[in-house]
């Protein structure tokens, strides 16, 4: 068993940690609004990414295998909503670090939501099911346990971005600088949203 967690516990690290949609929107959140704005980015992306891997785990996952054309409709959709998020973004006005603003933020509904119109959230869940789950009877006991062990390795990832984004806000004291920001972080989404997308 601890054979089978520490390589997948090595991945887990791996999935969130790495520069990603998620982690910009995070790393943006705190940024502009504080870290503790971006707390519910990062519970609900981790809620939505490990209850993935146990609908994956359950059979749901193979079932959307079989269907490219689902796949590629939430991948448009996923690319629509990121796209109008990078907007939001992109044109959000300068203010005070840690106001709140008149402006809808993603929330922990909308992160977990996020990840469900997430075809490579779905790969990566299928990918984790297959590789770490084994099979036989002890397959479901196991997909929990990954599902959970994700979960935890998830908040702390997640949460490095929103301590570095909380961290930049001194150097966001001018509305040009924060404008700049605003403008660095909505092009980084966008990129890392086409970029997931074609490879």
Known sequence: MLS???????FAFVASITPGPTNILVLSNSARYGFKAALPII???GVGASGIVLLVGSGVGQSLAQM?????????????????LAWQIFSAPPHVIGEQSARRRLGLFGSACLQLINPKTWMMALAVVSVFAG????????????????FLISLPCL???AVLGAGSNRWLASPHAQRRFNQCMALLLMSSTWISTIM
Do not use: D, H
């Not at 089978?4 to 090595?10: E, I, K, N, S």
């Open 135 to 150: 099979n036989g009877a002890e397959q479901q006991k196991r997909v929990m346990s990954l599902s959970l062990i994700f």
């Open 159 to 161: 949460s490095a971005w």
């Open 4 to 10: 089978t967690f520490v390589p997948f516990m090595l």
């Open 43 to 45: 519970l609900g992306a």
């Open 68 to 84: 490219p054309r689902v796949q590629t409709a939430m991948q448009w959709v996923g690319m629509a909503w990121l796209s109008y």
